[in-house]
């Protein structure tokens, strides 16, 4: 197994597609797809691309930590008893464990992700 791996921005193979948990939606219909393209130390660590259509969700990190890069597409996260802050293509953010807040994609949103899970 190589120990560099590139990240596939537009995999070709089929995605897991889900929808947020009934008590985490807040609004819309938003559809999520995810390309998981790698797990690593025990499955601890998992990387890949990951899709949502617009809609609101509640986010909750838990003991996860997720680093996001932003390929395509506009979201708003509110950090509860924190800002509203908004990302775009480019943009990069971490997640830490414990965030507790809302997931708000305003167009269809792409992201590179990294979660480390305890």
């Known amino acids: 197994m190589p120990l ?4 596939d921005t537009d995999p070709n193979f089929t995605p897991k597609q889900a929808v947020p948990d009934e008590e985490r939606l807040i609004s819309g219909n938003p559809a999520y797809k995810t390309w998981a393209q790698d797990a690593s130390k025990g499955e601890k660590v998992l990387t890949g691309i990951w899709e949502a259509t617009p809609g609101e969700h509640h986010s909750i990190k ?4 997720e680093f996001c890069h932003i390929i395509s597409g506009v979201v708003e996260i509110d950090e509860k008893d924190g800002e509203t802050k908004t990302y775009r293509a480019g943009d ?3 997640m830490k464990p414990g965030f507790v807040g809302v997931w708000r994609t ?3 949103v792409r992201k590179i992700y990294v979660c480390v899970y305890d």
């Open 4 to 7: 560099l791996l590139t990240i």
């Open 62 to 65: 838990g003991t996860v930590y």
């Open 92 to 94: 990069s953010f971490v």
């Open 106 to 108: 305003i167009e269809t």
